[in-house]
């Protein structure tokens, strides 16, 4: 049966994935919106349905798109990458906080690739950074049965709204070209599937720690991290990622393992 999407009119960018995506891969089975609220959102709800493992809702353009810590992620229509994946982990629960941290050694690996000799990092749990600007986010939801991991990924924008501008890129402004979305997309999930194979594997899980930590910008450095309640603050030097996914911190008081928050000033 056609995906009800498709009969709507898909995307140019929709049609140029699925001719691109292999028989079995991640990003099938495939809905994808020329806008629509928050792909988050449409994976949840198909979720609930029963959408498989690996299924992926792709979009241009998000009315309602949503960031991490409650904050909205605004991205301009038809030149970025917004999706997300359905995964149905049978990880045990204090393993669920590595799905964040294999998704951001695969997003930065993969956008590594595509900006050349441009230093790509990550700051903790899954902001990929070049430089010192971000460049893609992620956002882990959970339902009862599913996880929705979402990604943005600047891909080709080229100007930021002004309360952006000093803080955010794209890989067209890192590598100075044009980047195939489609292509990235099938990259992109194709490596987050990789990774996330590893995490029930034990001996995995020590090259998963140290491609995060070798990426991770903030090791051995001081930082100020804001915790889920807004109103909290830590301080304290990066000491690397603890086995569940958090952040190791060494502050004034001893060693502390976070599993929520965000960076704001570093030094
Ligand atoms: C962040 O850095 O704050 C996380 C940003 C996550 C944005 C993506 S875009 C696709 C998916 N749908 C959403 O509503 N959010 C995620």
Redesign the pocket.
């Known amino acids: 049966m056609r995906d009800p999407a498709r009969t709507r009119g898909e995307s140019a960018l929709g049609e140029e994935v699925r001719t691109r995506l292999d028989e079995n891969a991640w990003g099938r089975p495939l809905r994808t919106f020329r806008s629509t609220d928050?792909?988050?959102?449409r994976a949840r709800t198909w979720a609930l349905e029963g959408a498989p493992e690996g299924a992926a809702v792709l979009a241009e353009y998000?009315t309602?798109?949503?960031?991490?810590?409650g904050?909205t992620?605004t991205?301009e229509p038809g030149r970025n990458l917004?999706?997300?994946l359905v995964l149905r982990p049978g990880l045990p629960e204090e393993r669920r906080g590595l799905v964040t941290i294999g998704a951001a050694v695969a997003v930065a690996e993969t956008c590594a690739e595509a900006v050349g000799a441009r230093p790509v990092g990550v700051e903790w749990p899954n902001?990929v950074l070049i430089g010192t600007r971000k460049c893609c986010?992620?956002?882990l939801e959970s339902t009862e049965e599913a996880l929705i991991l979402?990604?943005?990924c600047n891909v080709n924008q080229i100007d930021f709204p002004p309360e952006l501008a000093d803080r955010a890129t794209s890989l067209r402004l890192e590598s100075a070209r044009p980047q195939d979305r489609a292509a990235l997309f099938v990259q992109l999930v194709d490596r987050i599937r990789d990774r996330y194979r590893t995490l029930t594997a034990e001996d995995e899980l020590e090259d998963l720690r140290t491609s995060y930590e070798d990426r991770l910008v903030h090791l051995g450095e001081s930082i100020r991290l804001r915790l889920s309640d807004r109103e909290k603050w830590i301080e304290g030097t990066v000491r690397g990622l603890a086995p569940d996914g958090g952040l190791r911190l060494k502050t004034g008081d001893g060693l502390h393992v976070l599993r929520a928050g965000e960076v704001t000033t570093a030094h």
Request: aromatic residues 8%; positive net charge.
């Open positions: 928050s792909t988050n959102s998000q309602a798109g949503r960031g991490r810590q904050r992620w991205s917004l999706f997300s902001d986010g992620m956002l979402g990604v943005g």
